[in-house]
């Protein structure tokens, strides 16, 4: 398997801008996480989904952010209108869960999204 | 929610020393806690983890300890090589997973 794919692998855009990151997923997990990395406030986890439904954004900064996850293959966080101060390293995650959604196992990370907003 | 401290932020050892990553969390639901590598440019990657129902887990020059009475656990480095240095987190899952502020490690040669 190739691993979490994510893309664009750099991004740099203006103030306003709105800003697509996307994932694949490893094949055959079920669950997938967005994560934000800052020297200030290191990895906050922003939001996870579980078969496809999104479970807790309580981590999503604001309204400005949205994450989908269309199929069990795909997922896209958006960031519209973006800021300065939205630039960081997003990460996604998967790991398969087993019934009942028992705790989270292994995560799986991509290389994960430069984005700078200037 | 879980919140996971980590302490030292960095750490410098000689190689050859051992090094010591401390961590909290808040959550006694959460049963599950990994450590992670992070190096230049690359998303972090699992090294080792623990589940709730053990207290201590081994490989090679690597050990991790949980006290779930204290509701903390660490890790531990053995023989340090250059290679060890990077950045280590540790985290704390239940349905999610929050990871600490993470710690720089740099062996000196």
């Known amino acids: 398997d190739a691993g979490v794919i994510q893309s664009p692998r750099h991004e740099v855009t203006e103030m306003g801008q709105e800003v697509t990151l996307r994932c694949k997923p490893i094949?055959?997990?079920?669950?997938l996480f967005w994560y934000r990395q800052t020297m200030m406030r290191g990895l906050e986890l922003l939001i996870y989904?579980?078969?496809?439904?999104?479970?807790?954004d309580s981590g999503m900064p604001e309204d400005r952010f949205s994450a989908k996850m269309p199929n069990a293959s795909f997922s896209t966080l958006k960031i519209q209108p973006s800021e300065p101060r939205d630039s960081a390293v997003y990460f996604c995650?998967?790991?398969?869960?087993?019934?009942?959604?028992?705790?989270?196992?292994?995560?799986?990370f991509g290389e994960g999204s430069r984005l700078t907003v200037l | 929610g879980e919140n996971v401290e980590q302490h030292p932020s960095t750490l410098s050892v000689q190689e050859g020393d051992s090094a010591v990553i401390k961590c909290t969390y808040s959550?006694?639901?959460?049963?599950?806690f990994p450590w992670y590598k992070q190096e230049l440019g690359k998303g972090p990657q699992l090294i080792i983890d623990?589940?709730?129902?053990?207290g201590e887990k081994k490989d090679q020059r690597i050990a991790v300890t949980l006290n779930k009475t204290a509701k903390h656990f660490s890790l531990h480095i053995t023989e340090t090589q250059p290679e060890d240095s990077a950045v280590y987190f540790c985290?704390?899952?239940?349905?999610?997973?929050?990871f600490g502020a993470g710690t720089r490690l740099t062996v000196k040669p």
């Open positions: 995650a998967s790991s398969f869960k087993g019934l009942a959604f028992a705790n989270t196992g292994e995560l799986f």
């Open positions: 959550d006694s639901a959460s049963n599950y």
């Open positions: 985290a704390a899952s239940g349905d999610d997973m929050r």
């Open positions: 989904f579980n078969n496809n439904v999104p479970i807790d």
């Open positions: 623990i589940r709730s129902n053990v």
């Open positions: 094949s055959g997990h079920n669950s």
